[in-house]
T-cell receptor
Framework: DSGVTQTPKHLITATGQRVTLRCSPRSGDLSVYWYQQSLDQGLQFLIQYYNGEERAKGNILERFSAQQFPDLHSELNLSSLELGDSALYFC??????????????FGSGTRLTVV | QQQVKQSPQSLIVQKGGISIINCAYENTAFDYFPWYQQFPGKGPALLIAIRPDVSEKKEGRFTISFNKSAKQFSLHIMDSQPGDSATYFCAATGYGGSQGNLIFGKGTKLSVKP
């Protein structure tokens, strides 16, 4: 167990629907990162939150949004889902705004299947 | 565009052999280069990392070699074991780690044959 908890582990939903993925960071970590992993694109950075504030944005679609709550857990909202959104979604956490000092700890991911 | 290019895409090695995975980067501001190991159904786990002020770092059977002038770094797995079979990702980030997000290579699927 890495200490980063992601729920649910699996999610199957229909096109056009909206889902919410949840991440609880490792105790003491203030940063949360969201990554999308697909077979052909590898691990793509979506967005980072640090202590409740958005810190960096990657290739996140406008249909996707995220937030980090006061208790530091984060949610990734995916709406108007398309077949191409099917992927593994990982959350990672780090102590500071960057992970170079203590590293980045990944959760086990949420496998999203859009049918 | 910030990129990290990783090769090969897949690698088959005999037990006891040396596995070598290479990565190249473009952004000279990158200053932290970790390698992650991922087993099926699991999240990536930090294996070993290096900063550009050293040319090599070794932890057990795993060694990172770093060539700053060539903007390349590589992972060597000595005495490869079947349990090492996994997907390996190189990554990079910059600005003393304060930039935040990691930029990943596309991964190398390693199979170690008994």
């Amino acid at each position: 167990d890495s200490g980063v908890t992601q729920t649910p582990k699996h999610l199957i939903t229909a096109t056009g629907q909206r889902v919410t993925l949840r991440c609880s960071p490792r105790s003491g970590d203030l940063s949360v990162y969201w990554y999308q992993q697909s077979l052909d694109q590898g691990l793509q950075f979506l967005i980072q939150y640090y202590n409740g504030e958005e810190r960096a944005k990657g290739n996140i679609l406008e249909r996707f949004s995220a937030q980090q709550f006061p208790d530091l857990h984060s949610e990734l909202n995916l709406s108007s889902l398309e077949l191409g959104d099917s992927a593994l979604y990982f959350c990672a956490s780090s102590v500071g705004p960057g992970g170079a000092s203590g590293g980045y700890t990944f959760g086990s991911g949420t496998r999203l299947t859009v049918v | 565009q910030q990129q990290v290019k990783q090769s090969p895409q897949s690698l088959i090695v005999q037990k006891g052999g040396i596995s070598i995975i290479n990565c190249a980067y473009e952004n000279t501001a990158f200053d932290y280069f970790p390698w992650y190991q991922q087993f099926p159904g699991k999240g990536p786990a930090l294996l070993i990392a290096i900063r550009p002020d050293v040319s090599e770092k070794k932890e057990g059977r795993f060694t990172i070699s770093f060539n700053k002038s060539a903007k390349q770094f590589s992972l060597h797995i000595m005495d490869s074991q079947p349990g090492d079979s996994a997907t390996y990702f190189c990554a990079a980030t910059g600005y003393g780690g304060s930039q935040g997000n990691l930029i990943f290579g596309k991964g190398t699927k390693l199979s170690v044959k008994p």
